[in-house]
Antibody, heavy 123, light 109 residues
Framework: EVQLLESGGGLVQPGGSLRLSCAAS????????MSWVRQAPGKGLEWVSA????????YYADSVKGRFTISRDNSKNTLYLQMNSLRAEDTAVYYC????????????????WGQGTLVTVSS | QAVVTQEPSLTVSPGGTVTLTCGSS?????????PYWFQQKPGQAPRTLIY???NKHSWTPARFSGSLLGGKAALTLSGAQPEDEAEYYC?????????FGGGTKLTVL
């Protein structure tokens, strides 16, 4: 059974940093692209970032490029999202998501979702 | 970055049929956009219903189907049930990056 468990969310001040983690199980982690999707309170889904199965290719939404960094540790079956220079508009539930294959175009899509972790950016 | 458009809201009668659509600001949606459809109910994480235009997951009810229709991706619900009331999102792929539509709130009434 595929399981994705996010952690690391919380309250952070504007301009601050936070690192999210996603522990994956139930599948061969290195064989699949992984991504982060967020949802601001009362709003729709926003695709944030994705990484190929090997970690060699990364993709970002324009809204986070240069501020967020996605990475993975295939030896630990864990996905990360380093978020710097956080803004109030980054406040959202962040979902970890599994792709259907290792590389593009599977970096864009999602077949399994985690339950999400809430990030609040506020002073 | 491309903009993906969906109907903000639709209503369907129980047992009825409704089609939700997903358009792209860059032109016609094709199979090369690998369209996905997701269902989200209040307080829950989304779940994937359709991938690659028309493929279903094992958990996708048979009454849902995906297609390309008039230059858009489409999700058709045939025989709507009360439990189908939810928000529906599409996702299109653009060279490895994804873009979600704004979502369609489907009411079964």
């Amino acid at each position: 059974e595929v399981q994705l468990l996010e952690s690391g969310g919380g309250l952070v001040q504007p301009g601050g940093s936070l690192r999210l983690s996603c522990a994956a199980s139930g599948f061969t982690f290195s064989s699949y692209a992984m991504s982060w999707v967020r949802q601001a309170p009362g709003k729709g889904l926003e695709w944030v970032s994705a990484i190929s199965g090997s970690g060699g290719s990364t993709y970002y939404a324009d809204s986070v490029k240069g501020r967020f960094t996605i990475s993975r540790d295939n030896s630990k079956n864990t996905l990360y999202l380093q978020m710097n220079s956080l803004r109030a508009e980054d406040t959202a539930v962040y979902y970890c998501a599994k792709g259907r294959g290792a590389t593009k175009p599977y970096t864009a899509g999602v077949d399994y979702w985690g339950q999400g972790t809430l990030v609040t950016v506020s002073s | 970055q491309a903009v993906v458009t969906q109907e903000p809201s639709l209503t369907v009668s129980p047992g009825g049929t409704v089609t939700l659509t997903c358009g792209s600001s860059t032109g016609a949606v094709t199979s090369g956009h690998y369209p996905y459809w997701f269902q989200q109910k209040p307080g829950q994480a989304p779940r994937t219903l359709i991938y690659d235009t028309s493929n279903k997951h094992s958990w996708t009810p048979a009454r849902f189907s995906g297609s390309l229709l008039g230059g858009k991706a489409a999700l058709t619900l045939s025989g709507a049930q009360p439990e189908d009331e939810a928000e529906y999102y599409c996702l299109l792929s653009y060279s490895g990056r994804g873009v979600f539509g704004g979502g369609t709130k489907l009411t079964v009434l």
